[in-house]
T-cell receptor, first 110, second 119 residues
Framework: EDQVTQSPEALRLQEGESSSLNCSYT??????LFWYRQDPGKGPEFLFTLYSAGEEKEKERLKATLTKKESFLHITAPKPEDSATYLCAARMDSNYQLIWGAGTKLIIKP | DGGITQSPKYLFRKEGQNVTLSCEQN?????MYWYRQDPGQGLRLIYY???????QKGDIAEGYSVSREKKESFPLTVTSAQKNPTAFYLC?????FGQGAGGAYNEQFFGPGTRLTVL
């Protein structure tokens, strides 16, 4: 069964404490791995698309990487404004649909 | 500014009542989607449309209906047949699957959401 699993469910960090969020996937013929940020009560905001294993993309304090089984969202020296839920989703070879993970809630304490 | 708008932001439904959620986009996207988000779960696809006057059921279409009469608009009706409609509803749009430089990898862009509560 095609599935996307995110871990941990929640992560509390001190400001400046770097860490990584994990998105593991078991989908046939990956055609894109997507990362989004979602603030409470708002719609998800697009961050990155990764297409193939070994690819990396960066935006400010965030860097997304992709292997054949999982993707990581690395956050370097986070600030309180980075607090949000981070969602990942995978698109399969032959399907319009995205398969979504349940998200990781990131809390950065000042 | 280009974007996706959803209205209302909050909606309350009585038992046995149908309600309609609005979604409008001015991004000139062909494809539009409706998702439901519940706490602790991933987004679940209700309906999607790749082109005007055509739409397909997603994973949880029962109790919902849609129309796509205009490229810009994709309203969702939550009918009385939906037994547990309390959730956060998200509308999204994208370039049609296979179009553009992104091809099959086109990103979806989301509206601000509508929170529906059953009284």
């Amino acid at each position: 069964e095609d599935q996307v699993t995110q871990s941990p469910e929640a992560l509390r960090l001190q400001e400046g404490e770097s860490s990584s969020l994990n998105c593991s996937y078991t989908v046939s013929g990956l055609r894109g791995l997507f990362w989004y940020r979602q603030d409470p009560g708002k719609g998800p905001e697009f961050l990155f698309t990764l297409y193939s294993a070994g690819e990396e993309k960066e935006k400010e304090r965030l860097k997304a990487t992709l292997t054949k089984k999982e993707s990581f969202l690395h956050i370097t020296a986070p600030k309180p404004e980075d607090s949000a839920t981070y969602l990942c989703a995978a698109r399969m070879d032959s399907n319009y649909q995205l398969i979504w993970g349940a998200g990781t809630k990131l809390i950065i304490k000042p | 500014d280009g974007g996706i708008t959803q209205s209302p932001k909050y909606l309350f439904r009585k038992e046995g009542q149908n309600v309609t959620l609005s979604c409008e986009q001015n991004l000139n996207h062909d494809a539009m989607y409706w998702y439901r988000q519940d706490p602790g779960q991933g987004l679940r696809l209700i309906y999607y449309s790749q082109i005007v006057n055509d739409f397909q059921k997603g994973d949880i279409a029962e109790g919902y209906s849609v129309s796509r009469e205009k490229k810009e608009s994709f309203p969702l009706t939550v009918t009385s047949a939906q037994k547990n409609p309390t959730a956060f509803y998200l509308c999204a749009s994208s370039i049609r699957f296979g179009q553009g430089a992104g091809g099959a990898y086109n990103e979806q862009f989301f509206g601000p959401g509508t929170r529906l509560t059953v009284l």
